[in-house]
């Protein structure tokens, strides 16, 4: 007869314990791979045909902290008994930073033959390991995020020494952006990963990435924005592996993957915030008067700002409305902006006839600075008033021959000739002229409107003469506005000679 507790597999004897072959079930967290090992009382062999050995496992609930006993699943059911003699098995099919059971069934043997299975159990958390001493810094002249941290201790201290032999390790950047009511603000990126299997397990170069607004994202789409904002920083390790030749990378839990491998931000991230950053553009300090106005000229400078690539000078007339050129106008622009690389700024006003010349008033100056494409809020205000710069206005009587006569005006007058100083910023002219006869009496006012000649520094104004040999007194007085639209013309204008209706 043959021993209860032994059996017979292709005429050879084995002998075995009666109630269990294997012990030790040991796991080990080789990065994104679970590995478990056992040892066996007994050597088998394919051949061994002593029934099926078996490995499941389930996830815990996240919610009540408890293994989801009900939801084991098949990792693999060895009816050929494979795994009895590798005594090994590498569980790759794992999310990172998530707590497994794993139950491994071998058959139970009694002197009777099979009975049952034993079966045998083993926790674990897979891998997760926050980087730390992440640093970020913002680097205002190419406008990007440089981001830095520490290779994780783990797997880079201990010289790999306890990461699967299939597998690379990659990290994944994810940037959010404090933004209020906007929940699809959040993107990320990956350092530069593995390309084949003979790369090392870690490029020496991947703890350390630059981000802008151009860096392309993984997933595409778009990237992030660099904002006057705050952005938190979370740096996760990825795993590449390479199985049957296919190369890809391993999930990281508790980040939602939505369509077009977009990820958005539901409160799903649980990992550790390695770093956060707030741009913030520093703003202009102390803009002061450096020289009052004076002859047309006013200085005033600021604190120089680090990091600033230019400023830009707002100087805001608070007597005109705010806007832009309009059609038909001179020179209508308010604010004005100027743009400076210093830190000082000197207001040239003395040409008043080019399109420049700022009109009389009370001005607002505030400075903001430039960060390429980012700007500051104003600094501190200053305030001007510009004067009013009186016309200066000549009148000339010139004769028959075109010279000018300076005395004795008997028969001789063709015309006066009105010359006064033209301003940039004015858009129409009134001519005003109160002709009264000998006895002092006004008799007559004539009105007329110009618009301005180009930018020229003197305007000319020529009315003809109708001579009468009484006597007769002439005051002119010329005014000007700067709001009026050329385009809607000019009022009705006299078209009378001095003196053609009451010269008797």
Not at 94 to 103: C, G, H, V, W
Not at 124 to 149: G, M
Not at 182 to 210: A, F, G, H, M, Q
Not at 465 to 482: E, G, L, Q
């Amino acid at each position: 007869m043959i021993p209860a507790a032994s059996i017979i597999v292709g005429g050879t004897v084995f002998s075995v314990a009666p109630t269990q072959y294997v012990n030790d079930l040991k796991i080990d967290k080789l990065g994104l791979t679970n590995k478990l090992t056992w040892r066996n009382n007994e050597t088998f062999t394919s051949s061994s045909s002593i029934g099926t050995i078996s490995l499941y496992k389930t996830t815990m609930d996240e919610i009540t902290r408890e293994y989801m006993e009900n939801d084991y699943t098949a990792v693999f059911e060895d009816i050929s008994n494979n795994y009895s003699s590798i005594n090994t098995y590498i569980d790759r099919d794992i999310s990172l930073n998530t707590f497994y059971k794993y139950k491994f069934t071998v058959p139970k043997w009694t002197s009777t033959g099979i009975n049952g299975v034993n079966e045998y159990y083993g926790t674990t958390q897979s891998f997760y390991e926050s980087p730390i001493n992440t640093n970020v810094v913002f680097d205002y002249d190419i406008e990007s995020f440089i981001i830095k941290w520490d290779h994780i201790d783990y797997l880079y201290k201990n010289s790999y020494n306890n990461m699967d032999e299939k597998s690379w390790l990659s990290y994944y950047i994810w940037i959010e952006e404090e933004v209020i009511g906007d929940s699809n603000n959040l993107v990320y990126y990956e350092t530069t990963p593995p390309t084949s299997i003979t790369d090392s397990k870690i490029r020496e170069d991947s703890n350390t990435i630059t981000i802008s607004n151009s860096t392309i994202r993984k997933g595409g789409a778009s990237n992030v924005n660099m904002n006057l904002s705050k952005y938190n920083f979370y740096i996760t390790p990825t795993f590449y592996q390479d199985v049957s030749g296919s190369t890809f990378p391993g999930n990281i839990k508790d980040i939602n993957l939505l369509l077009n491998d977009d990820y958005v931000n539901h409160g799903a991230i649980y990992s550790m915030q390695n770093a956060n950053y707030t741009i913030i553009a520093p703003n202009p300090k102390n803009l002061r008067i450096t020289s009052s106005y004076n002859n047309g000229k006013i200085s005033f400078e600021w604190d120089e700002t680090p990091d600033a690539s230019s400023y830009i000078i707002n100087i805001t007339n608070t007597d005109q409305t705010i806007g832009t050129s309009l059609i038909g106008s001179r020179y209508y622009e308010n604010p004005r902006q100027i743009t400076v690389n210093t830190n000082k700024y000197t207001m040239d006003n003395t040409d008043l006839s080019i399109k420049e010349a700022y009109s009389p008033g009370n001005y607002s100056i505030v400075v903001v600075a430039k960060y390429n494409t980012l700007t500051s809020i104003n600094s501190n205000a200053v305030t001007l008033t510009i004067p009013i710069t009186p016309i200066n206005l000549e009148v000339k009587f010139i004769g028959q021959d075109n010279l000018t006569i300076t005395n004795n005006l008997v028969n001789g007058v063709k015309r006066a000739q009105l010359t006064w100083n033209q301003f940039g910023y004015a858009t129409l002219y009134k001519l005003q002229i109160h002709q009264y006869d000998n006895e002092g009496v006004e008799r007559e006012t004539l009105t007329y409107y110009n618009h301005p000649n180009n930018y020229n520094k003197f305007f000319n104004k020529d009315l003809d003469w109708d001579y009468n040999p009484n006597k007769a007194r002439f005051t002119c007085k010329v005014s000007y506005t700067t709001d009026h639209n050329i385009n809607n013309g000019v009022p009705t204008s006299s078209s009378n000679e001095l003196g053609e209706q009451w010269l008797v």
